[in-house]
């Protein structure tokens, strides 16, 4: 069987912009068809933005990759029309499980909550969120939505202007030229945009090697985390096992660091260890494996002109909290509300500064988590080994050591407090709702929360109403009960006995009030939009 | 007498944990075991509740061992 990843979904096709007397000006060109950059060029296209994708390949990633999708993540999914594919897809799960040594020490459920329409996480392999994303792009372009990839075009060279950034790129038939007002560069880890325009990323790399094998194999563990800390498998060190849909299984086991690389990623090497992981007598197969070693670092400036950058190419944290995607996915949530509104004309460029000021503190908040999470799980000093083995053995009997136990904080969205965008808050309303924060969801009558909200900005109104904010300000209104809604009055209204939250298009709260006033609304709205003259979201 | 509080107490476990990883960094072995040892006294006198620090050393003493 040909998998996907074997099957070219945008293969080269020569495009009449090749044969251009002088080079075609596009308003946004995405460069990478990744997760990060697929999902840009759909929020853009569903915005009526017209928008190219550039990539060097033509055929989604080989190996399962990035495999946890968070809540969050779906949500933002949910809102791009692949959010039903991906659950349905993949491997829904909510619980975690801790090994030391050869004891099962304890569990923990990353979603203790009900009321939300998505859970904690879905195992996925990269290459299905591709394709299903790639799919939608193609479903958009067949309704007529100004959106393409172009497979096998590699970028060689970029100049920056004022008003617009010039690309030289190869294709098997030769070079063109093409000139974006705006680029996104989503090109990964080792992004040639960042090199080209000589760019720093600076940080801190781990001395340590992780084996990665996705093993295909009928197994009955349960759908759960399961992580190990100093194994008999695998003395010293540590491993994780996580299920993936298709019978295949995502095995990471650390190595250390004085290894011979490529005689590790051999079989004769990896199925031996295997092996001794899952016992003599499981029959398996290896779909594919890799040796990664990582890095936390980051850009200094995610904006740079008429160059944004998102995903990997922005930042890069170790994988322990499938904070890698999740958060490129966040990246591009919040900037392509943002471009479209400056494309508009109804928002000046300094809006886009909020999406560095925001997503850079997201970055510095993921990367101190999966630091954190690394010098947990690969102690660097006897001392610190000594604490961490304490904390294991504590919380093999007491509670009040688990949360001490870090084998990844699993990614959760970050709260933009003093964010620039941000305006009034209220005392009793929930701290969880506050400016800032991404808006959890919670059931309505008819469905869900988060289902209810359209693309712009939104007015939620709960046991109080906007009267004439919608026709004023040509928001959204929604007019909820809580009267007979606990977990909606929990999240939005805690000792209050209404509110009025103005909701940003990527779903994160901008201000809030006990009732609705509409002069402050109209401020909130203004800084939100860093809208310098008329008002027109 | 008080018992020991063996719930969840510590509001950011994570950034405490940081913390204490940091105030070792560069230090020696025997440096760092004197700094643990200075520790201890120095919380042991701000409980000051000697029952309850013998139930923390009986605590402390009584997680079962691992195999070696």
Redesign the interface.
Known sequence: MTKIFETPLYPYARHPDQDAAAPPRHKVVILGAGPVGLAAAIDLAQRGVPVVVLDENDRVSSGSRAICFAKRTLEILDRLGCGDVAVNTGVTWNKGRVF????DIFEFNLLPEDGHNRPAFINLQQYYLEQFLVERVQALAAEGKPVEIRGRNRVEAIGRHSDHVRLEIETPEGPYELHADWLIACDGANSPTRRMMGLDFVGRVFEDNFLIADVVMKADFPTERWFWFDPPFNRGQSALLHRQPDNVWRIDLQLGWDIDREAEKHPDRVIPRLKAMLGEDVAFGLEWVSIYTFQCRRMEKFRHGRVLFAGDAAHQVSPFGARGANSGLQDTDNLCWKLALVLDGRAPEDLLDSYDWERVYGADENIM?ST?AT??ITPK????RV?RDA?L??A?????A???V?SG?LSVPCIYDDGPLNSDDCAGLPARTRPGAPLPDAPLADGWLLGALGQGFSLLAIDTDCSDAAQRFGVDVLTLNAQDNPLLAERYLGTQSGAVYLVRPDHHVAARWPDYDAAAVETALRRATCAHGGLNV | MSDL??????TD??G???N??AV?DG?S?AE??AL?ARLILILANHIGDEALLAQALH?ALD??P??E
């Open positions: 030391f040594d050869e004891r988590n954190r010098e947990f000093s006897e001392i610190s604490f904390v053995d504590l093999s009997q007491h509670d009040f688990r949360p001490l870090n904080r | 509080n063996l719930h969840r107490n510590l476990p994570d405490f944990y940081a204490l990883m070792h230090l072995k760092s075991d643990n605590t997680i079962a691992r195999a």
